[in-house]
């Protein structure tokens, strides 16, 4: 959302605990809606935005309410001081279990939120500290300067100020070289670590953050409710949060506030409408109420906000402006040109999957300033050997060393921090990301701002010299007219270019390309072989996979060639291209 209609909308709400006449139970609504957006963010960042479905975020907004329940009634804190430790605790708890849970694979994770959830639950009805299923009462309201806070009026304006607060340091977030990070865990976050990004740390990251905003959603209904009981915590709520974040939108932070906003009104409509039409003894909303949620889903799959989001813009895409830069963002000392050292060296490397030997005692090098090629028949072990010089497989037997270290049982974020950027065979882009986010997140390694630096807006100049080197690259490869286009709406071509765009905002040494020609054009291959030219005149080296001989003839140094994983060839293209073995294997031998 632009800053003019968040401006807007911060007025009307704003106006509306002013405006004589307006009835104390819209106001009431007003406030469920904000308590839950709050909470529903938090999951449109967990879920949507980072690929972690969570049905447990009701158990937190539980943690936050109870804690100021207690700090309050039974060691006299005022509700103010209290709210930091709220969110330490929330906090502290959120980092205890996300650890325990985030590293859960598949369907695993979310049935480990469904345990905690529960297990939340029933520990909040089973404490005397937290007087038991009975709950804690006679919470003090809110008050600023002496005067209280009590009034649900009062409250209103202390709830969406702070739920604004929240989308607007969302927003900062995900605008941020921390967020891309997040928003690349969805497909998997294995390219995203290939360019140094943390998975585990990010994932942990975005659920404690999405504990807080929960946590503080706590801290709000405790002080307006003045009591707490384990009912608003339990796991049918937390089902009801998950469907709002759905239904507003999963990957859209606004989405929240339409995901929430829409789910509070239609219970409280349901609530006095259904038992109008079918009689007050059949209970039916809870029927109607999933039937409905079935039915908006179906009709609007991927939320609410999207659509609404069209209508205004008319399907148009927004065009970005690229922030000018104060300074570049510092490069990588530069290998000099013609320098015929060694950067790669693989020795005897071997991978073994069970019985299937993938990789057999392979070695090769790349020098300085070198466009080497590896090449051969389908699942002759290319894509495996790329894995292994990257991290992304172990090594069975077998050394890989890069610029003098030796990357034993190295990760793919130690191989980006050495320098050393890749492509992948099947193209790994965010889709929903423009082409400029996509690109820039692969500039992650060199910058340093962290979570919250970007809450407070704080790393803008930083996040200038990014998308600046980020534009520079797309330029480089040509796809400057596509800047602000959603990486998945290119055709497979293009979005390859962009993956090569991406490899070289990392600044490496070593850039690792799997057949990066494929789905192009035969002026895109040719403008590809003057890019690569280029990137080796400057002293980068190259090593791909490719299968247009072609291509690979006009352009390498050496070649390399596999053939069931192993080495059966290497030397310049006129070697390679009178060969026998390498005839054999692409053509077959003679009888």
Do not use: C
């Not at 205890?96 to 469904?114: A, H, N, S």
């Not at 290998?335 to 060694?342: D, N, Q, Y």
């Not at 070649?559 to 026998?580: D, S």
Request: charged residues 15%; hydrophobic residues 50%; aromatic residues 6%.
């Amino acid at each position: 959302m632009t800053r003019a209609p968040l401006v807007a909308l911060l007025a009307v709400l704003l106006a509306l605990a002013v405006v004589p006449g307006i009835p104390p139970f819209w106001i009431t609504l007003a406030n469920n809606i904000g308590l839950a957006a709050l909470v529903t963010l938090g999951l449109v960042l967990l879920t949507g935005v980072g690929g972690m479905t969570s049905f447990g975020q009701a158990a937190f907004v539980g943690i936050g309410a109870y804690t100021t329940a207690v700090l309050t009634t039974v060691y006299g804190l005022s509700p103010w001081a209290s709210l930091p430790l709220v969110l330490l605790v929330t906090g502290f708890v959120a980092a205890l279990l996300g650890l325990m849970t985030v590293r859960l694979p598949g369907f695993y994770l979310p049935l480990g939120t469904i345990a905690w959830g529960i297990s939340l639950y029933f520990l909040f009805g089973k404490l005397d500290l937290l007087g038991r299923y009975d709950g804690i009462g006679g919470i003090p309201p809110l008050s600023i300067a002496g005067v209280s806070l009590a009034s649900p009026q009062a409250m209103y304006v202390v709830i969406w100020l702070m739920v604004l607060a929240a989308f607007v340091a969302t927003g900062n977030l995900l605008s941020s070289r921390t967020g891309r990070a997040i928003r690349a865990l969805r497909g998997g976050g294995s390219a995203a670590e290939s360019f140094g990004v943390d998975r585990a740390r990010t994932k942990l990251t975005v659920f404690i953050y999405a504990g807080l905003l929960a946590g503080l959603s706590g801290w709000l209904y405790a002080h307006l409710q003045r009591s707490v009981n384990p009912t608003p915590f339990g796991l049918g709520i937390g089902i009801e949060y998950l469907f709002m974040a759905v239904l507003g939108g999963a990957g859209h932070i606004w989405g929240a506030l339409v995901g929430a906003g829409a789910i509070v009104l239609l219970k409280d409509l349901l609530q006095r409408v259904t038992p109008m039409l079918v009689g007050a003894d059949l209970q039916m909303e809870a029927v109607v109420f999933g039937a409905i949620i079935v039915i908006m889903l179906q009709t609007a799959r991927d939320g609410l906000w999207p659509r609404l989001v069209a209508l205004y813009t008319g399907g148009h895409h927004r065009q970005l402006a690229v922030p000018q830069a104060d300074s570049p963002l510092p490069p990588r000392p530069a290998v000099a040109p013609g320098l015929t050292r060694r950067l790669l060296e693989v020795e005897a490397a071997s991978k073994n999957f069970g019985g299937l030997m993938a990789v057999k005692q392979v070695s090769f090098g790349v020098s300085a300033g070198e466009i080497v090629v590896l090449i051969g028949p389908n699942g002759a072990g290319k894509s495996t050997t790329f894995n292994l010089i990257t991290g992304v497989l172990g090594l069975s037997s077998g050394k890989v060393s890069f610029d003098g270290h030796v990357l034993a049982d190295a990760s793919p974020r130690q191989a980006a921090a050495l320098g050393m950027a890749r492509t992948f065979q099947h193209v790994k882009l965010v889709p929903d990301m423009t082409v400029l986010e996509n690109v820039a997140l692969g500039a992650h390694r060199r910058a340093r701002a962290g979570t919250l630096r970007s809450l407070l807006r704080l790393d803008r100049a930083e996040e200038a010299r990014i998308l600046a080197d980020a534009a520079r690259q797309i330029d480089r490869v040509g796809l400057t007219e596509h800047l602000s286009k959603p990486a998945g709406s290119l055709a497979l071509g293009q979005q390859r270019l962009v993956e090569i765009a991406r490899a070289l905002a990392l600044d490496p040494r070593l850039i690792l390309l799997d057949e990066p020609a494929a789905g192009l054009r035969h002026f895109e291959k040719q403008a590809l072989a003057e890019l690569l030219s280029k990137l080796r005149a400057e002293g980068l080296s190259v090593l791909l996979v490719e299968h247009d001989m072609g291509f690979v003839m006009g352009l390498a140094d050496r070649i390399v060639v596999l053939n069931f994983g192993t080495l059966i060839a290497k030397g310049t293209p006129a070697e390679i291209r009178t060969h026998p073995a390498v005839i054999e294997a692409y053509l077959g031998g003679t009888e």
